[in-house]
């Protein structure tokens, strides 16, 4: 472990003294900063962009600075507020109302963010959902959510099993030569004949708002509900943690199929009213360096996989760009080796701040602030006004250095509110007051937490979290695949990559144009992320009298580690 202590930043800082402000902080003190404190009116697509698009000084401001390959646009508070509103009149044309469930299916764009906001102006629950998800992804989340309408492109339409969805009334198509189906709405013409003036719905902070799903290590991802009060945490966390200030140049790297996304990628900087820098299309080390230098990017929210990558590339790619504006950087959704840390401050002379939350947990509980110490390894401190702990099974907390389950008081503000139609499931969450994350981790006498691993097989390849058994079924339903085990494996620069076990059915001969094929089933059927990049054949797949797959057998066979208590190994 390196235990060299990186010193707190200088200057100014949005939290300056820690620990008078964890003593004193209550979260009612931040709400007196929203209008809603007075008028009683809530919504989050008002206090992040309609209140900056009311504000003289700020309307012409950009909101969002997008560039893709093929498009660059600045967008200002005025035009997203008044296409947003535009796009709420549209849902309104077809009787979408508050609750209903609106799901997104389409890479960045500014009609994303749009369209996004005009969900939440009707308040209605938006489901983004990642690009990158095939077939049975887009199934699972659209049939749990009984999604009313979706929002999507003529690239990915064929992804959407439109057979298998009763609920679905509409589809909104964002492109040009829209096919005439009865379920099909041309996007640009509805946008065309719809006002720029809309009346917000104005809802309750425990009104919901968005759902992200996630995935467990069992059974099919699991909707994660969240609602408008969660804009407390992500206005008090733009400041603490990103640093934000009002001339920032911001720029996350999450899609807003994953919660960093959105809380990260569109709460937190508008809510501050800071331009927002989004570059669609997947990412080379020059495609991050060059967003960086082209937009004078100031804060930058990233992955450790991300910097990993960066850092093997060297520092000839590095040179060839000036990064001088960059100021404060972040990392989020997987171990921040120290390694990178060291790189960071030799490379680019900043610290990396790594910050510990999850989509349960809907804003940054544990992190690094820029008047902190840095304990690379370690995670930081919980927050203002977040309490977190290390608790045994029972929900007892357990003393300094002691490894346990990584636990947080609840409620907060952003944290999760249900999820979807699985209300024990929820519940399963909390143990003696405790939220429980399904981390390992510990906390020494400084109060740092230090991440071990996840207890449950979930696995995290390149900052994204994959269920073994969602892999394991789509496994099965190949043709040559008897039985599956999958876990996840070490890896440099991805943290961790997908194996999958399987035994094969009579008649098949294990082949590498076989497993590529079977790799690739996956691959179409389910996503690109949650395709094995390993796979084994074996004899058996070892289970427990109950039926239920050792993966953690699986896991010590394949690294060689002590396999434990194997008592309930099925003969
Ligand atoms: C925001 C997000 C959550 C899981 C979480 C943990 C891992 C997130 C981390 C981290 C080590 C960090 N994780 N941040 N592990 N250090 N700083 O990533 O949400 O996709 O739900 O993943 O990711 O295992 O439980 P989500």
């Known amino acids: 472990m390196d235990m060299q202590v990186i010193p707190a930043r200088e200057g100014n800082h949005n939290l300056h003294d820690y620990e008078k402000t964890r003593e004193s902080f209550s979260w009612e003190d931040m709400k007196k900063d929203f209008s809603w404190n007075e008028t009683g009116k809530v919504n989050i697509a008002y206090e992040a962009i309609d209140r900056h698009a ?145 009346s917000i719905e104005w809802v309750d902070l425990e009104d919901g708002m968005l759902l992200h799903y996630t995935s467990g290590s069992t059974g099919k991802p699991k909707g994660v509900y969240h609602v408008h009060n969660a804009m407390i945490q992500h206005y008090a966390t733009a400041q603490w943690v990103l640093d934000l200030k009002e001339d920032d140049v911001y720029w996350c790297t999450a899609d807003p199929g994953w919660v960093t996304g959105t809380s990260y990628g569109i709460f937190a900087p508008w809510l501050l009213g800071v331009t927002n820098v989004v570059r669609g299309g997947r990412f080379t080390p020059d495609d991050w360096y060059q967003t960086l230098e082209e937009n004078k990017v100031t804060v930058w929210y990233t992955a450790p996989t991300a910097l990993r990558r960066l850092v093997s590339c060297g520092q000839e790619v590095l040179d060839k760009y000036d990064l001088s504006q960059l100021r404060h950087l972040l990392s989020v959704g997987e171990p921040l080796n120290p390694e990178v840390i060291t ?165 098949y001969e294990n082949s590498e144009e076989l497993l590529e094929d079977i790799r690739k089933f996956v691959k179409t059927g389910l996503s690109a992320h949650a395709a094995p990049r390993e796979m084994e054949v074996k004899d058996s797949i070892p289970k427990t009298r109950s039926g239920k797959i050792m993966r953690r057998l699986l896991k010590s066979w394949e690294l060689g580690l002590p396999t434990g208590d194997t008592s309930t190994l099925e003969e």
């Not at 909101?63 to 796009?87: D, G, I």
């Not at 983004?128 to 009313?148: C, G, I, N, T, Y």
């Not at 937490?449 to 079924?473: A, C, H």
């Open 54 to 198: 009311k504000n003289p000084k700020k309307k012409d401001k950009v909101a969002l600075a997008y560039s893709s390959p093929e498009r660059e646009e600045k967008v200002t508070f005025e035009t997203l507020s008044k296409e947003s509103n535009k796009f709420a009149n549209v849902l309104k044309k077809y009787n979408t109302n508050k609750g209903d469930r609106v799901f997104l299916f389409m890479s960045r764009s500014p009609e994303f963010y749009a369209a996004f906001f005009g969900i939440l102006k009707i308040g209605a629950i938006a489901g983004p959902l990642f690009e990158a998800f095939m077939e049975q992804a887009v199934r699972d989340r659209l049939q749990d959510s009984e999604a009313k309408i979706l929002i999507t492109t003529p690239e990915l339409i064929d992804r959407v099993p439109q057979d298998e969805l009763p609920n679905l009334e509409k589809i909104i198509i964002i492109g040009n030569n829209v096919e005439n189906k009865e379920r099909y709405i041309d996007y640009y013409q509805e946008m065309d004949a719809a006002s720029e003036e809309f």
């Open 343 to 507: 790189w960071g401050m030799k490379a680019l002379n900043l610290r990396i701040h790594d910050t510990w939350w999850m989509t349960e947990t809907g804003a940054q509980l544990i992190v690094n602030l820029p008047s902190l110490e840095i304990h690379p390894g370690s995670m930081g401190k919980p927050i203002p006004g977040i309490e977190a702990s290390i608790v045994d099974n029972e929900g007892n907390e357990i003393p300094p250095n002691q490894m346990g389950n990584l636990a947080i008081k609840a409620p907060w503000p952003a944290m999760m509110r249900k999820i979807w139609n699985n209300q024990s499931k929820y519940e399963s969450y909390f143990i003696n007051g405790w939220y429980v994350s399904g981390d390992s981790a510990y906390k020494d006498e400084d109060g740092y937490f230090w991440f071990q691993g996840r207890l449950d097989d979930v696995i995290n390849t390149s900052g994204e979290r994959v269920g073994p058994f969602e892999v394991e079924s789509k496994l099965l339903e190949h043709p040559a695949v008897a039985e599956a085990g999958v876990i996840g494996k070490p890896d440099p620069v991805r943290g961790e990559i997908i194996k999958a076990f399987i035994t094969l059915n009579a008649g």
